[in-house]
Each structure stands twice: as structure tokens, then as C-alpha cells.
């Protein structure tokens, strides 16, 4: 089974600075997706980027970058320019797509962006 | 384009009762998954229907069922509710093709 670690439940950042948010994963397939997620105060899980496990390049999606460490099991999430609102939860996720394509969540970590 | 849907937003049951919660999928989706999100903590997966059959399920208890319909709008069943069953529900839609999946804004249910 597969397992996903975030051990920073807190996080605080000034805006405008850059944040890593860590993640740790741990199973024996060799293909998989990596996704994080942000969740605000209003609930709604949103996409911030995803990883396909069999590329080398880090994605980046405008301020949202990634470091994976694939040998590692290590999958990173930078937030550059932060802004007050990326304040929300942000979740690192799992999946398999050849077992029903399931999501499995870390904990999550609490970014609060300061003015 | 519409995102996903879900209804109600929130909702109280007494222990006992049994509810069920609806989910409109994104437009072109095929593939609805159902998650509980419990207070504080990460979404667990309860199960995914793809083509209106099951796809796969989580570790939950049979009492914990579901429907997808030919437009690929599903529902999620709850009978017996426990006070454990209350939690943050998440649904999410994904293309068949693409690895990736989109979530409703959820309904709370509280069980009294």
C-alpha cells in the first residue's frame, strides 16, 4: 500500500517570499502521479500541479514549482511571490493509475501567507 | 464549462438515519470518486464508478454505497450513520484518459 507523509503541519511565509512545502511518499510501482492540492478555507480542493513519476523534468505551473527526487521518494512544492491568497491547505497526493486511478492524501500542511 | 457539483452544502442526521448526497460531474467526465474528509486530516478514497459500475473501493463498510447514472452524475449513500460518519464528503470527476481529478466543493454532514 501505498503511504504519503507530510510532517509540517504549519507553515507560515511573508509575502512576496518563497515557501517549500515538503512531502515524503512511499510505495513499489514504478508509475505513478504525484498531484498536490490547495485547499482554502471555502473547502474546494483545487489542482495546483501534478507529476507523471517516468519524467525527469520538474513541473512548473506560473508560481508553483516542484522538486522531485523520484530515487528519494521526495516530492517537494515551491510557492514563489506568495500571496495572501495561497493562505490554505495544501495536500500531497498519491495515485496508481493501474489500481482504479484512487487518490491517496497526506495530512496536510497549513500555509498562512502574513501581509 | 461547469465544474463539479455537489448538493446539499450541509446537512445534520441524527445516528441511525441513513442520507444520500449527490454529485454533478464536470462536463466530459466519465469517472466520479468519492472521498471523506474528516476535520483536520487529508481525504480517505470510498470508492470511484466508472460507466455506472464500481471501480474500486476503499476500506469502508458496506453500509457506504453508491450510484452513478448514464449522464455520470452519482450519488453516495449512508445507512446506519455513526457520529464517526461526520465528516466533509468530496466528490471528483476525471476524463477516463487523464490522470487527474477535479473536486466538488463537498457537503458536511453532522451526525447528532
Known amino acids: 500500500a501505498q503511504t504519503v507523509t507530510q510532517s509540517q503541519p504549519e507553515m507560515s511565509v511573508q509575502e512576496a517570499e518563497t515557501v517549500t512545502l515538503s512531502c515524503t511518499y512511499d510505495?513499489?510501482?514504478?508509475?505513478?502521479?504525484l498531484f498536490w492540492y490547495k485547499q482554502p478555507p471555502s473547502r474546494q480542493m483545487i489542482l495546483v500541479i501534478r507529476?507523471?513519476?517516468?519524467?525527469?523534468q520538474n513541473a512548473t505551473e506560473n508560481r508553483f514549482s516542484v522538486n522531485f527526487q523520484k530515487a528519494a521518494k521526495s516530492f517537494s512544492l515551491k510557492i514563489s511571490d506568495s500571496q495572501l491568497g495561497d493562505t490554505a491547505m495544501y495536500f500531497c497526493?498519491?495515485?496508481?493509475?493501474?489500481?482504479?486511478?484512487?487518490?491517496?492524501f497526506g495530512k496536510g500542511i497549513t500555509l498562512s501567507v502574513r501581509p | 464549462e461547469t465544474g463539479v457539483t455537489q448538493s446539499p452544502t450541509h446537512l445534520i442526521k441524527t445516528r441511525g438515519q441513513q442520507v444520500t448526497l449527490r454529485c454533478s460531474s464536470q462536463?466530459?467526465?466519465?469517472?466520479v470518486s468519492w472521498y471523506q474528509q474528516a476535520l483536520g486530516q487529508g481525504p480517505q478514497f470510498i470508492f470511484q464508478y466508472y460507466r455506472e459500475e464500481e471501480n474500486g473501493r476503499g476500506n469502508f463498510p458496506p453500509r457506504f454505497s453508491g450510484l452513478q447514472f448514464p449522464n455520470y452524475s452519482s450519488e453516495l449513500n449512508v445507512n446506519a450513520l455513526e457520529l464517526d460518519d461526520s465528516a466533509l464528503y468530496l466528490c471528483?470527476?476525471?476524463?477516463?484518459?487523464?490522470?487527474?481529478?477535479?473536486f466538488g466543493p463537498g457537503t458536511r454532514l453532522t451526525v447528532t
Open positions: 471528483a470527476s476525471s476524463p477516463w484518459t487523464r490522470n487527474e481529478q477535479y
Open positions: 497526493a498519491f495515485m496508481n493509475p493501474g489500481a482504479n486511478s484512487k487518490l491517496t
Open positions: 507529476q507523471e513519476a517516468y519524467k525527469q
Open positions: 510505495t513499489s510501482e514504478n508509475n505513478y502521479y
Open positions: 462536463s466530459g467526465h466519465n469517472t
